[in-house]
């Protein structure tokens, strides 16, 4: 579904749900947790969720994650473990108005315009204004390069996503990968040898799903039928994210288990490997070092 044409700084109004969120599970969550449970809570409509960025990535997520990164800049959220979001102590003690959000993001905006131009804070700063800054701040580039990642397994043809998880499985250490690459598989795409120690392997069979939304519970029954007596172990992989139905029913008690790779944890895997991406180096100024020299 193409994005619809609203001002990027709707994320404003999901800055207090997000707090309320981590507040409401221990103080920390994964992103897609996060984004899932404000959904859930606030009644967010199906097509909402649906809209998406030129790079693929779920518009709504993607504002829940700016509304993350004006909290870690005021001091509501903590940023030093990727990959979860964690309320600092400031942030479990810190319920947001309407109003108190719209201030933070007025204060980040103009603190950001003077680092860039250096001049003094300018005259008026409006959220009208800087919705049409289509740059994001550095702090958010590895999840959009991530979120970038995503978009393009999405739009791979069935078979070539088929493929591309094959080779991720054997750089995981699968052995005699297969994709079956036919119509008539039985409700599998592929299958593949885990060696558990030099004497032992198993063998799994493997799902690969392009989804853009929720992966329901009957999917996961359905793979689960196909594996019987096939194998030991079933991996599903999609691009989208698991119901909590689909959840239970692949943890079910007196079956054989499947294990669930979700978008996140796909794009995850892929950088873990370092398959379809480039590593790059970047350097930034240790403010820290060059303070023993402003004081000469």
Excluded at 18 to 38: F, H, N, Q, T, Y
Excluded at 53 to 72: D, I, P, T
Aim: aromatic residues 8%; hydrophobic residues 40%.
């Amino acid at each position: 579904m193409a994005r619809k044409k609203e001002g990027q700084s709707e994320f404003v109004k999901w800055m207090e749900p997000l707090l309320e969120c981590l507040r409401s599970v221990g103080g920390s969550a994964k992103p897609r947790e996060v984004s899932d449970w404000i959904a859930t809570k606030l009644n967010v409509s199906q097509a909402k969720r649906e809209e998406t960025l030129k790079s693929g990535e779920e518009r709504f997520h993607n504002q829940v994650a700016w509304a993350r990164q004006y909290l870690v800049w005021e001091g509501l959220l903590d940023s030093s473990r990727r990959g979860v979001w964690t309320l600092t102590p400031k942030g479990w003690k810190t319920k947001l108005s309407a109003e108190e959000s719209r201030n933070i993001f007025l204060k980040w905006v103009a603190i950001h315009q003077v680092s860039r131009k250096n001049v003094g804070r300018p005259e008026k700063v409006t959220i009208e204004a800087v919705s049409k800054v289509e740059i994001p701040p550095d702090d958010l580039q590895d999840e959009l390069k991530e979120a970038l990642l995503l978009g393009i397994l999405k739009n791979l043809p069935p078979r070539g996503f088929e493929l591309v998880c094959r080779r991720l499985l054997h750089e995981s250490g699968f052995e005699d990968v297969v994709v079956t690459g036919q119509t008539n598989d039985g409700g599998i795409d592929g299958y593949g040898y885990l060696l558990i120690n030099p004497f032992i392997r198993i063998k799994a069979v493997f799902q690969c799903k392009r989804y853009k939304d929720t992966v329901p519970r009957k999917d996961v029954g359905d793979f689960r039928n196909a594996m019987l007596g096939r194998a030991e172990k079933g991996i599903f992989l999609t691009t989208g994210i698991f119901s909590a139905a689909a959840q239970n029913e692949a943890s079910r008690d007196g079956v054989p288990p499947i294990e669930l790779v979700d978008g996140e944890r796909l794009v995850a895997m892929f950088e873990k490997v370092k398959l379809g991406v480039v590593e790059k180096t970047v350097y930034e100024p240790d403010q820290a070092f060059f303070d023993q020299f402003r004081q000469v």
